[in-house]
């Protein structure tokens, strides 16, 4: 089949978000998640399965359903 | 191998100021609650001069507030004066005349026994360089024997290996007192004419040795008068302070033994008053308030009086400094030096009973005074 | 250490002693504004979860464009796996190596945790972080930081946000004295003299939130808090005058010695 320019159909996926049920609508990109949460892709860093993404390896991440991700950006702090 | 000086222990740079140090540098490393390393200089400089009678009271405080009013008593004991080495300054060099003996395992044995008898805890057990008749088994087995005997027992003898520490810490032994007799480069070698002891290097990294291998403690000093005093102290104290910051788990113990002009032998080229000698033992106590400061009986009945406690935290008594001698006449009639206090261990404790000091002879027990926690 | 003539972290020089918190702020544009008046190049930020109903205020770029070096904390974590994982995540969002390893489980007194600490800082070392940790201030606990690698290590002045100034001072002579790394006081600071203090007494730098935060004036309060270290470091290199010594009346001890004896 095909390689990495064949685009993946969306579709629907329950996983947890920040502690939070979430019901992902999309290809489960790391990508689609972000634009799905209106989230900054350079202002947050993200952690799925207790593992963190780094930006350069979001590409290869795709999303399972249950996955806990947790998605975190900076705010004040000491 | 390097002969220069690390720069972490090199004091030239404080030299000018140990010289040139005003009364004003003084008087604000006294009021100086942590005195550093310029402090100390000044403390050393002449200009302090004026200001013994304060650099005393406060090493004495100082001295009272970490150490008691208590005086630490050790003996040493020369295991042999087998010795290859070419001091120029000591009484064992190879080319002095006298026999040469060792201790056998039965007299020393017999020493353990008199040296306890009189009350010493403590020993220290002492060698020439490394030698065929006195080597590192040789000493390691009088540790092992001596730790059966006494609550510490440190080691004075040759540079050895961090492995050799290590086996030495094992047998039992707490410290290791190891003199670099001057840290001038140039001076060390006109000094030691031959034998191991030409190596300046492996000296000077000897006391870190001693430490890396896990030993509770170090003895550090330098041989006053063999070489420009100023330089050797400045350097003492950058060693003992890099020591320090490195194994901060471990103790460093200071020493201050003065050469004296030997009666138709060596004659020191740099003279050491006794004023001077107060001068930079009252410096170390109020620069580093913590650290053993040690005197020997090279020094007299008079100064050593004086001094203990004012400073001086530990003592030897009632020494000898030929091979053996405590339990029987000594087959070796010369001494490595001559003793400036004969004094009886009855008479001596009198004198720093009178002074309001109390001497002790046993201070940890070795179960807890074991090889050190590894890096 | 006595004060030494730069300040470096992690390799890098930084002209500032005052790392400023932006925590506690009652809006970004004051926590910007003070930030600008401190003079500050370091300062620490946390992380929180996003949250799209709450559009986090964007930090990142607003302080890069300040020339400032972002040091993420592991505020919130409770032990070093918390705190480890949060570091990466830090160093994800911000690109900088820096971290600061703060672990407080207590939320009453907010004290660190020094054997949590101590672990997350030595395998942050490892894995090549500019480790800060912030640390009850203990003269071994210090030593030990220095021998794990860390970059500096910040004692606490007093408790977080309380305001109770150097209550720490004898431990921090102790510490200060033996470490071969910065300095770095952190927590309880209240006052710009108390920073002034702090340098005086030898840190290397000091860290200031809340006091800033909570000024009446934020901004005037960070510009004088800038001032204060400044003043702070040029003193102790002026070299402070000596304090009359007290007297105490004894028989005179060097009697002994005799003059030109050798």
Redesign the interface.
Known sequence: MGGASLKKAPFFMDILINGNSHTHKGTGSLDDLLKELEANPVAVAIMVNDRVIPKAERVAVTLKPGDRVEVLSFMGGG | MSEVLPAEMDPSVWLSLAHTASESDVRRALSNEAPTEADFAALVSPAAEVFLEDMAQRAKHLTESHFGRTISLYVPLYLSDYCPGGCVYCGFAADRKQPRSRLEPDQMLREFGALKTMGFEEVLLLTGERSPRADFDYLCDAVTEAAKHFSAVTVEAFPMTTDEYRGLAAAGCVGVTLYQETYEPIQYHALHRWGPKRNYANRLDAPSRVLEAGMRHVGLGALLGISDPMFDTLALYRHAHALRRKFWQSGVTISFPRVCPQEGGYQPPFSVDERFLARIIFAFRICMPDVPLNLSTRENARFRDGIAGVGVSKMSIASRTTVGGYSEPTCSPDGQFEINDDRDIETFFTALRTKGLEPFFKNWDRVYSGVGISK | M?IEKKFVLGGQEFESRLLV?????SS?EV?LAAIKASGTQLV?????????ER??????SPLAKLGIT?V??T?GARNALEAV?AA???R???GSRFVKV?IHPNPHHLMPDPIETYEAAKQLAKEGFIVLPYMPADPVLA?RLE?AGCAAVMPLGSA?GSGHGLSTTEMM?LI???S?IPVIVD?GIRSPSEAAAAMEL?CSAV?V??AIAAAGDPVAMAAAFAMAVKAGVSARRA?L?????YA?A?S???S???????
Request: aromatic share 4%; glycine share 10%; hydrophobic share 40%.
């Open positions: 006595n918190g932006t925590g506690k702020f970004v926590m620490t930020v946390a992380l929180r979860r996003f949250n799209r559009p986090s205020d964007d930090l990142l972002l993420p904390n505020s994982r990466m995540l830090g994800e969002l911000s703060e030593k021998d977080i002579k200060i004295a033996d071969g927590a030898g860290l939130n809340s070299g005058m000596a304090q009359s010594c105490v004894t005179p001890l060097t002994f010695l005799i003059e030109g004896k050798t």
